[in-house]
């Protein structure tokens, strides 16, 4: 039983590049969502998915996309990289929503330069 | 807007000293208060649920226990191992979203 898998780890990318982390979890969970982690900061939200088909924006959306067509799979595009998206991303999931413990990947570190 | 704050931001204790870590919180219609424990590299690993003031949950050395202002994770007796950032986060009622503290990073000294 894996969990959450998150891939790549680590990735550089030079500004205006366009990218995708991807992530997968096999707990046949529903709710799905994405946070950055940064310096001083507490995890925010990004995106987040109640379901297949569905998805909605988190507190901080602006310059992601995410899209989720099966219950496994949630990727995150970055559409055009810039530095202020710097940061530790962070996968999660839960049975039904974020009131529910959330079971996390173990982030891919993203440098933007 | 909801607010979560955690304190201290740091803590060094020795092994075998009893302490405690502050979680505040204004979120509203709380749903659920959560604590994660977060190891370098890795991912928040979720600890406990708490929904009720008054309510108190234990595992090992840790007890979690809320208020209808604060939770506190209290660490007894602690190992080197318990070495880590302790994450707090507050669930509210309407929107589908928790709001995290930034964290209290733990050190325990052999």
């Known amino acids: 039983n894996a969990g959450v898998t998150q891939t790549p780890k680590f990735q550089v990318l030079k500004t205006g590049q366009s990218m995708t982390l991807q992530c997968a979890q096999d707990?046949?969970?529903?709710?799905m969502s994405w946070y950055r982690q940064d310096p001083g900061m507490g995890l925010r939200l990004i995106h987040y998915?109640?379901?297949?088909?569905?998805?909605d924006q988190g507190e901080v959306p602006n310059g992601y996309n995410v899209s989720r067509s099966t219950t496994e799979d949630f990727p995150l595009r970055l559409l055009s990289a810039a530095p202020s998206q710097t940061s530790v991303y962070f996968c999660?999931?839960?049975?039904?929503?974020?009131?529910?413990?959330?079971?996390f990947g173990d982030g891919t570190r993203l440098s933007i330069l | 807007e909801d607010q979560v704050t955690q304190s201290p931001e740091a803590l060094r204790l020795q092994e075998g000293e009893s302490s405690s870590l502050n979680c505040s919180y204004t979120?509203?219609?709380?749903?659920?208060l959560f604590w994660y424990r977060q190891d370098p590299g890795k991912g928040p690993e979720f600890l406990f649920t708490?929904?009720?003031a008054g309510e108190e949950k234990e595992k090992e050395r840790l007890k979690a226990t809320l208020t209808k202002k604060e939770s506190f994770l209290h660490i007894t007796a602690p190992k080197p191992e318990d070495s880590a950032t302790y994450l707090c986060?507050?669930?509210?009622?309407?929107?589908?979203?928790?709001?995290f503290g930034t964290g209290t990073k733990l050190q325990v000294i052999p």
């Open positions: 999660a999931s839960s049975r039904q929503g974020p009131n529910q413990p959330q079971h």
């Open positions: 707990m046949n969970h529903e709710y």
């Open positions: 998915s109640v379901g297949a088909g569905i998805t």
């Open positions: 979120v509203s219609g709380l749903r659920g």
């Open positions: 708490l929904y009720s």
């Open positions: 986060a507050g669930g509210s009622g309407g929107y589908q979203k928790v709001t």
